[in-house]
C-alpha cells in the first residue's frame, strides 16, 4: 500500500519528468527521485531521445550514495538496449534497495522485465504509486506504441451557451488572456498542431508558439486542406519560424503545388474516393514521423470528421462566462449527433480548473465511431 511518504516523492518524480513532455518522442517523459533515510539524495528526468534516462541522471547526482537507498521512478525501468544502456542494470549495479514505480511500462519490449529482473537481483519492487498521474503523464506514449498514432488533443473554447464565434463568424475572442496563454504553453509541449484550411482561411493563423518566458518551440503545422485552398501569402508560411508546415491534400495541382512548396512547406498527396483527406492515413503518416501527441485545434467541420473516425482522445474546452444570447450554429462539432442523450459519447476522467475568468474542463473521450 502506497503510504503518504510514497506518494509525496512520486509527485516529486512527476514534477520532474514534466520538464521533458513533448520533448522525448519516441520515448515517454520520466522522472526519477532517490531517497535516502527519507531525503533526496539525486533526482532526474528524460531530457529527449538519444540522451540518459532519468534514472541515470538522478544516480549520477547520488553518486555513491545511492547504495542502500530507494529510487522513485514514474514508468517502470527499461531492460533492453536501445539507444542507452537498460537502466536497471544501472540500478542492480548502484546497490539500490528498493524501486518504487508508477506504472509498468506499456512498451512490449519491456512490459514487466524490467521489474522481473530487479527483483530477481533482490531489490525490492511496489508498482501502482499515484498510477492515475503516471498514466496519464505517458498517455501520449502509450497511444503511440500501442496503435502507431498520435494521442490527439482537441482544444476549443466556447460561450456558456456553447457558441465558438457569432453569427457573423467573430471568435476574437471567446476565451480570455489567461487561458490564451495556457493554450500557448501546451503548443510548446506538442510535437504537432493542426487545423482545417477554413480555419487558415478565415483567421490566417501563425499557430506558433508565444509565451512570455520566451524559450518556446513551436511544433510542426498541419493543414487539412483537401483541395489545396491555402495561399502562399498567408502568414503561416511567410513567418520566421523553426518549425515547418505540412499541407494534406488530395489535390494533384502541380502549379499550386510548386507554388507552396517554394514558400518551405511540405506537400503531402493522398489518395481518396470521398474527396476528402483520408484522416486515419494522415494519422497514421504523423505516427510514422515520431508524432506523439497532436494538438487540434479547429475548426468544428475537422473536429467532427476526428471524432466520427474516433481519432480525439482529450477534450480541452475552455468556456469563457459569456453569453451571445442564443445559437449561431457555431459548435465545437459541425453536422448533427446523436438522436437520444442516451448515446452520448462519456467523458473520463474529468477535471475542472479555474483558469483566469474562464472555467476549463479537460476530459478523455471513451473510443466511439459515430454513424
Not at 539525486?42 to 540522451?51: D, V
Not at 503511440?144 to 476549443?156: D, F, S
Not at 473520463?348 to 474542463?361: F, P
Request: aromatic share 4%.
Amino acid at each position: 500500500m502506497a503510504t503518504p511518504e510514497h506518494q509525496h516523492f512520486m509527485q516529486l518524480a512527476l514534477d520532474l519528468a514534466q520538464q521533458g513532455v513533448g520533448r522525448t518522442a519516441p520515448n515517454p517523459p520520466v522522472g526519477a527521485v532517490i531517497v535516502k533515510s527519507g531525503i533526496v539524495i539525486g533526482e532526474g528526468f528524460h531530457p529527449r531521445a538519444g540522451e540518459p534516462h532519468a534514472e541515470i541522471f538522478a544516480l549520477q547526482q547520488a553518486g555513491e550514495r545511492a547504495h542502500g537507498a530507494e529510487i522513485y521512478v514514474t514508468l517502470e525501468p527499461c531492460s533492453h538496449h536501445g539507444k542507452t544502456p537498460p537502466c536497471v542494470d544501472a540500478l542492480i549495479a548502484a546497490g539500490i534497495k528498493s524501486v518504487y514505480l508508477g506504472i509498468v511500462d506499456p512498451n512490449p519490449q519491456v512490459a514487466g522485465n524490467g521489474i522481473k529482473k530487479l527483483q530477481e537481483s533482490a531489490i525490492h519492487v511496489q508498482t501502482g504509486i499515484l498510477e492515475s498521474s503516471c498514466r496519464r503523464l505517458i498517455a501520449p506514449f502509450s497511444k503511440h506504441i500501442r496503435t502507431g498514432l498520435p494521442y490527439t488533443i482537441y482544444k476549443a473554447a466556447t460561450t456558456v451557451d456553447g457558441n465558438t464565434a457569432t453569427t457573423t463568424g467573430d471568435s476574437r475572442w471567446v476565451s480570455g488572456e489567461t487561458s490564451r496563454l495556457q493554450v500557448h504553453r501546451l503548443r510548446n509541449r506538442v510535437e504537432a498542431i493542426m487545423v482545417g484550411v477554413g480555419t487558415v482561411l478565415s483567421d490566417d493563423p501563425l499557430l506558433n508558439t508565444r509565451i512570455p518566458e520566451g524559450g518556446g518551440r513551436d511544433p510542426l503545422r498541419v493543414v487539412v486542406d483537401s483541395q489545396l485552398r491555402i495561399s502562399p501569402e498567408c502568414r503561416m508560411l511567410t513567418q520566421e519560424s523553426s518549425a515547418k508546415t505540412l499541407i494534406a491534400t488530395i489535390s494533384t495541382d502541380l502549379k499550386k503545388i510548386t507554388e507552396l512548396q517554394k514558400t518551405g512547406a511540405e506537400i503531402v498527396v493522398f489518395l481518396s474516393n470521398s474527396g476528402r483527406v483520408p484522416l486515419i492515413k494522415l494519422w497514421e503518416e504523423l505516427g510514422r514521423r515520431n508524432i506523439q501527441t497532436l494538438l487540434l485545434e479547429g475548426g468544428s467541420v475537422l473536429a467532427k470528421a476526428a471524432l466520427n473516425n474516433a481519432l480525439i482522445d482529450r477534450l480541452m474546452l475552455f468556456v469563457a462566462p459569456k453569453l451571445l444570447g442564443g445559437s449561431s450554429g457555431c459548435g465545437i462539432f459541425s453536422g448533427s449527433g446523436f438522436m437520444k442523450m442516451t448515446a452520448a459519447i462519456k467523458l473520463e476522467d474529468v477535471r475542472y480548473k479555474q483558469v483566469g475568468e474562464d472555467l476549463l474542463i479537460t476530459g478523455d473521450i471513451a473510443s466511439c465511431l459515430l454513424d
